[in-house]
T-cell receptor, first 111, second 113 residues
Framework: GQSLEQPSEVTAVEGAIVQINCTYQ??????LSWYQQHDGGAPTFLSY????GLEETGRFSSFLSRSDSYGYLLLQELQMKDSASYFC????????????FGSGTRLLVRP | DTEVTQTPKHLVMGMTNKKSLKCEQH?????MYWYKQKAKKPPELMFV???????INESVPSRFSPECPNSSLLNLHLHALQPEDSALYLC????????????FGPGTRLTVL
């Protein structure tokens, strides 16, 4: 089967840098995506890594190592508004429409 | 227009009621999705429509009935729901067969009494 693991909760201070890790198990790999979801809100697509390396989008970066079945989301210059849940996701090996989500990491940014 | 809209935002219904959730997108996406999300859990896929045809049904009970009238609209008809069906129902859309990014609507918070 396919599965993703990520920490359930991370706490960091405003202005700091935080890294949210995601390890995955899948026989067919088509890239790793990241979504942000604020309480009561909708998931919002943040980034996608199809190849190894770092993708940067403003304060957010995402990294992928296919050989290690591992990726992370890096958030820099943390702001209070970054407090949210973050989900990593991979495409289902049998269906190009289906995303398999990790259980989510709840990030709490403290002043 | 780069958003997915959903109505209503909140819905309270009894177990004998019939109601419908609506979703609309104007991004030209030909794949549309219904997800169910419980508190502190990831979204769970329910249905996928591709080119207005039902492509995936994740063994969802028949009290949930999806409909895709055209490429921009997606409905979810609800009938005889159970209290455990109370959840956030999310609609999403994507380019066809995109395992990369899906665009989610704000969701309908459903409470079944």
């Amino acid at each position: 089967g396919q599965s993703l693991e990520q920490p359930s909760e991370v706490t960091a201070v405003e202005g700091a840098i935080v890294q949210i890790n995601c390890t995955y198990q899948t026989s067919g790999f088509y890239g790793l995506s990241w979504y942000q979801q604020h309480d009561g809100g909708a998931p919002t697509f943040l980034s996608y890594n199809g190849l190894d390396g770092l993708e940067e989008t403003g304060r957010f970066s995402s990294f992928l190592s296919r050989s290690d079945s591992y990726g992370y989301l890096l958030l820099q210059e943390l702001q209070m508004k970054d407090s949210a849940s973050y989900f990593c996701a991979v495409r289902d090996q049998d269906s190009s429409y289906k995303l398999i989500f990790g259980s989510g990491t709840r990030l709490l940014v403290r002043p | 227009d780069t958003e997915v809209t959903q109505t209503p935002k909140h819905l309270v219904m009894g177990m004998t009621n019939k109601k419908s959730l609506k979703c609309e997108q104007h991004m030209g996406h030909r794949a549309m999705y219904w997800y169910k999300q419980k508190a502190k859990k990831p979204p769970e896929l329910m249905f996928v429509y591709s080119y207005e045809k039902l492509s995936i049904n994740e063994s969802v009970p028949s009290r949930f009935s999806p409909e895709c009238p055209n490429s921009s609209l997606l409905n979810l008809h609800l009938h005889a729901l159970q209290p455990e069906d109370s959840a956030l129902y999310l609609c999403a859309s994507s380019q066809v067969a995109s395992g990369r990014s899906q665009f989610f609507g704000p969701g309908t918070r459903l409470t079944v009494l």
